[in-house]
């Protein structure tokens, strides 16, 4: 709709779903994201975390995106050529578990089906149920250029994975071996160190004891699995141990099954641990597992991929690992070879997607070499080629850089990476880059590829090649590589950045990205985290439907202060609507009052300007320079802090109230006055835009008469504009107009009661100040007239008033004067007051007996009680100033 003058016109009320959904459509349709790798701008560049193909928009992301958002808008606002790309990750373990449910319903398994048909089905999955979360991305207004939207399945992506896969294989980074690995018998897969939690659980340690082989004594061990006995190959002591120095050597009579194994002596034995002879069970457990690499102890593999005792085991052959402890335990105690069984509380592992117990497992992986890459990417760290914001987390990246292990990479999934090694039947191994015909050691054409897939995080550790057509080196990876940040949380510093950092410095040096931003993660108002179990999620989706995105991602970006957790609360999110309400409303004064044809561009001179537009000019130039500063420090919340708290209580209230009635004069002063309005709007508009783009982009539109405010400019620097004399004038008469508000409110003062107001000032300067604006603070406080003398030349006027009862306020140093006749009733004050009182201090009595009964603060939940105590502290503040009211009223009545 447009009025007679051509301008649209802006509905009543900001009604968020009518104007997202059509704005974001318009800014693909004009094609406002899509990066140009020719363009001569500068390039400014990030790589969206790829959120998983099983996903949907959490809060998590929420905050996450909008973060990314932000920097991708204010850039591109400021002339740079912007990419953001999007894409997903297909997220091995999780997405197989998701189709392996749904075949579940229909009484199937993935063995039923076959691997070549199940990948399949993972594909039809993905194409029908998958990437819902791209739909919510668009609704949370995320800037991205979709043309290039990636999957780390893609073919391009995949043959970046299988080029990096057969490089390391040839620089000797890459190996398969036989380790101990973590394994879920749940998910029936191998889990690298960090996929899994530890995990306190009550625990037992039982005492077993070894009989020497000639009958002539005998050892006791201690183990916390005594199921893993079965698998016993040796017992272990440490050579200085004088208990057992004369053991080693001999041999025992491993009980329940009868084998041989002999005693021998290791330094890695822990002395203090039980009785200082530990049984050494090299298929179950790491340090065991070395320990007979020393001793050249055999292996014997007694669980089977379940977690189920197999041939191995004897007699226990069929039972799961937790009856197999019971069940060995009962067979020792009948031979009188139980010594004892204590509790002992310790940490184990568990599986990140399952929760199952995780069984330490001898299987043959594959692993990459990760000390010579973390080298490097410390080293992109150390020399400032990457830079963390906050640097306080390189800390964390360092500390897990230089604890670093090999990296277990295979996984025993179907869905993923698979692994490009080719076995023949005499066990040569073929790493290729294309699928091999013949051994390449001894030519046999029978070729068996391995079965497993490669670990999610190996693709996503490439993001920022692979998306860029890495290895080729085309336009893309030249104009955008290395990308200018990387935004995440903490939470994956390790499971992803660190990757990224590896594989990126050595494929392509000397760095994914140039600063790698860290937020936190966002929590409930009390700072719990957020989680099913606690009840206290917010669903962002929700959240956009109930109060407009931009309400959303105001409050998110609010409470981000940089690295550090996010606590939100949907009162947060009501007050974002609030603002991109107080927004809009501003946004229609301004349209509607300023004179026809007045344009923001219509600055007046610097000599015409009165003391508000200077004041509004110089506070607007101040909140520019300090939003900007704070934006390109990765710090948005302190932007958005500052921008709200100018555009809504200088612009909207202030300046627009001061211009009222030069508007309503019309002539020049009133396209004065609107241009500068319009001006300040259109800066903060702009200002605003990376973090509210939806409700900036209608008022910016409607306010220049131009298509999108997304492509910039980014505002000027007017440094001219800063005029210090002015903010401390108006800062005077603010601080005078805000006391008489401030008694009025105090004293319930009808609004119609309209009192007369002497202002006593500091001196000459002063007066001349408010004699110049006693119109505005006339109008603005609600007074019938101003009367303005300067301290010292105190007159008649002032003696006149002598001898009345008047309040006294003080003002930036100045004295105000009310006189009380006709301004309230001091009795009937008095007693409302008093009624005020005696009400407070009822309900302070009560609070005070609540909080001393025992009973209550035993059995409350605690955040009841805490906000009985806040209470308590409220009823106290309100009648200490009920009673300096009381006391006020007092002091003006002499008595
Ligand atoms: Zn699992
Ligand atoms: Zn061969």
Redesign the pocket.
């Known amino acids: 709709m447009t009025d007679a003058a051509g301008r649209r016109e802006l509905p009543k009320t900001y009604d968020p779903h009518a104007v997202e959904g059509p704005t974001y459509r318009r800014w693909l349709d004009m094609g406002a994201f899509r990066a140009d790798a020719s363009s001569e701008r500068p390039h400014f560049s990030i790589v969206l975390p790829p959120p998983n193909v099983t996903g949907s928009l959490h809060i998590g992301h929420a905050l996450d995106h909008t973060f990314q958002d932000y920097l991708a808008r204010m850039h591109r606002m400021r002339g740079d050529e912007v990419l953001w790309l999007p894409g997903m990750d297909h997220a091995g373990?999780a997405t197989q578990n998701v189709v392996e449910r749904e075949l579940a319903k229909e009484g199937k398994s993935r063995f039923d089906l076959g691997r070549e048909a199940f990948v399949e089905r993972v594909w039809a999955w993905k194409a029908t149920s998958g990437g819902t979360i791209l739909g919510q991305m668009q609704r949370l207004g995320d800037s991205v250029d979709w043309s290039r939207e990636r999957f780390t399945m893609d073919e391009g992506l995949s043959r970046a994975v299988r080029e990096v896969f057969v490089s390391l294989y040839e620089q000797g980074l890459l190996y398969r071996g036989q380790r101990i690995i973590n394994w879920?018998?749940?998910?029936?897969?191998a889990?690298s160190d960090i996929e899994v939690e530890h995990e306190e659980i009550p625990g037992e340690l039982a005492y077993l004891r070894y009989p020497l082989n000639d009958g002539s004594g005998a050892l006791v061990v201690a183990t916390s699995r005594a199921e893993t006995m079965l698998g016993d190959t040796g017992v272990a002591v440490h050579p200085d141990d004088p208990r057992y120095r004369h053991m080693v050597g001999r041999t025992m009579r491993l009980p329940l099954l009868g084998r041989e194994i002999p005693v021998v002596a290791d330094e890695a034995v822990d002395r203090e641990f039980g009785t200082g002879a530990v049984k050494v069970t090299p298929a179950h457990d790491p340090n065991d597992y070395e320990i007979a690499q020393r001793h050249g102890l055999p292996a014997v593999d007694v669980l089977t991929e379940e977690a189920v005792v197999n041939a191995n085991g004897g007699r226990f052959q069929g039972l799961d690992r937790y009856a197999a402890r019971q069940a060995v335990k009962d067979a020792l105690a009948e031979q009188g070879l139980l010594e004892r069984v204590e509790a002992a509380p310790h940490a184990v592992g568990h599986?990140?997607?399952?929760?199952?117990e995780?069984e330490p497992r001898l299987s043959l992986q594959w692993f990459v070499s990760t000390k010579p890459l973390a080298e490097q990417a410390m080293a992109a760290v150390r020399n400032g080629v990457t830079r963390f914001e906050p640097a306080r987390y390189e800390k964390t990246f360092f500390g897990w850089m230089e604890g670093i292990r090999d990296w277990c990479v295979s996984r025993q999934l179907w869905w993923g990476h698979r692994i490009p090694a080719w076995y023949c039947p005499d066990g040569h191994v073929t790493v290729a880059r294309e699928d091999p015909s013949a051994c390449a050691e001894c030519g046999a054409a029978t070729l068996r590829q391995d079965e497993d897939v490669l670990d999610t995080w190996f693709s996503s550790g490439l993001w920022p090649l692979s998306t860029l057509g890495w290895p080729d080196r085309g336009p893309d990876l030249e104009a955008f590589y290395p990308t200018s940040v990387l935004v995440t949380g903490y939470d994956i510093i390790f499971f992803w950045v660190a990757r990224m950092m590896m594989l990126c410095c050595h494929f392509q040096p000397p760095t994914p990205f140039r600063v790698v931003a860290i937020h936190g993660m966002v929590r409930d108002a009390q700072g719990k985290k957020m989680s099913k179990s606690f009840g206290n999620v917010i669903d962002p989706v929700e959240l956009m439907d109930r109060y407009g995105t931009d309400a959303l991602r105001f409050a998110l970006i609010r409470g981000a202060n940089p690295g550090s957790d996010v606590p939100l609360a949907e009162e947060w999110v009501e007050g974002g609507r609030n603002f991109a309400n107080k927004l809009w409303n501003l946004g229609r004064f301004v349209l509607s009052s300023i004179p026809e044809g007045t344009k923001p561009e219509d600055l007046p001179a610097p000599a015409q300007r009165k003391l508000a537009d200077r004041w509004l000019l110089s506070r607007l130039e101040r909140s520019r320079a300090a939003a900007t500063a704070a934006y390109d420090a990765y710090d948005p919340a302190e932007a958005a802090r500052l921008l709200h708290a100018f555009a809504w209580s200088e612009l909207a209230d202030w300046a627009v109230e001061l211009a009222k009635p030069r508007l309503a004069a019309g002539g020049d002063d009133a396209r004065r006055v609107g241009a500068v309005l319009a001006y300040a709007l259109d800066v903060t508009l702009r200002l605003l835009h990376p973090i509210m783009p939806f409700v900036t982009e209608e008022l910016g539109r409607a306010l220049r008469d131009v298509d999108t405010i997304t492509l910039g400019p980014w505002p000027l620097e007017r440094p001219d504009d800063l005029d210090e004399a002015a903010e401390a004038d108006m800062a005077d008469l603010q601080e005078t107009i805000a006391a008489v508000r401030r008694f009025r409110a105090e004293h319930a003062v009808p609004p119609a009661r309209r009192p007369h107001l002497t202002i006593v000032a500091t001196g000459q300067r002063q007066a001349a100040l408010f004699r110049a604006e006693a119109e505005s603070i006339r109008r603005l406080a609600r007074l019938e007239a101003v009367e303005v003398v300067a301290a010292g030349e105190a007159g008649a006027t002032v003696a006149a008033e002598a001898g009345r009862p008047a309040a006294k306020l003080l003002a930036a140093g100045a004295e105000l004067r009310l006189p009380l006749a006709g301004l309230l009733d001091l009795d009937e004050e008095r007693s409302r007051l008093q009624r005020e009182r005696a009400g407070l201090e009822q309900e302070r009595r009560r609070a005070k007996a609540k909080l001393a009964n025992r009973d209550f603060l035993e059995k409350a939940p605690a955040a009841v009680v805490d906000r009985a105590r806040a209470r308590l502290a409220e009823v106290e503040a309100s009648l200490a100033q009920v009673a300096g009211r009381l006391e006020e009223l007092t002091a003006i009545t002499g008595g």
Do not use: D, G, W
């Not at 599986?351 to 199952?356: D, I, L, P, Q, W």
């Open positions: 373990i879920c018998p749940r998910c029936l897969t889990l599986c990140y997607r399952c929760k199952t995780v």
